[in-house]
């Protein structure tokens, strides 16, 4: 990512991640492990990254839409779980919810 304020590249900090990217949000995954998984943005007024660690092992899809990172996980035991966070620029922070399901997963749609 290029800080125009900074004059300089800023590089994700975390080595061996792969994922992709949609209007400045991140979503991406140890290369090797597929765990943990980092859902990040590059704030530019505090000219760092702002990452989320997701430790949820069962991720299976994901989407990045209008800034909203969503993905589903399917636990062994329990309902399927869609959980959707967004970064807030005026607290800095990340704002996650997310919602149980009680019906087959048929995929998500832009």
Same mark, same amino acid.
């Given at each position: 990512? =290029?800080?125009? /304020? ?6 994700? @900090? +975390?080595? =061996?991640? +792969?994922? /992709? ?5 991140? !979503?991406?995954?140890?290369? !090797?492990? %597929?765990? @943990? $998984?980092?859902? !990040? ?5 505090? %000219? /760092? ?6 430790? %949820? ?6 989407? +990045? ?5 969503? =993905?589903?996980?399917? @636990?062994?035991?329990? @309902? ?20 149980? $399901?009680?019906?087959?997963? +048929?995929?998500? /749609?832009?």
């Amino acid at each position: 990512m =290029y800080d125009a /304020s900074l004059h300089q590249r800023k590089y994700f @900090p +975390i080595d =061996y991640v +792969i994922g /992709s990217m949609d209007k400045g949000v991140f !979503f991406a995954w140890d290369d !090797f492990t %597929n765990f @943990p $998984c980092y859902g !990040f943005t590059y704030d530019q007024e505090l %000219n /760092s990254w702002m990452i989320d660690t997701i430790l %949820n092992t069962d991720v299976t899809y994901y989407l +990045i839409e209008d800034r909203v990172l969503t =993905y589903l996980t399917e @636990p062994a035991t329990g @309902p399927l779980k869609v959980f959707y966070q967004v970064y807030n620029q005026q607290l800095k922070e990340w704002d996650q919810r997310f919602r149980s $399901c009680c019906w087959k997963y +048929i995929g998500f /749609s832009n």
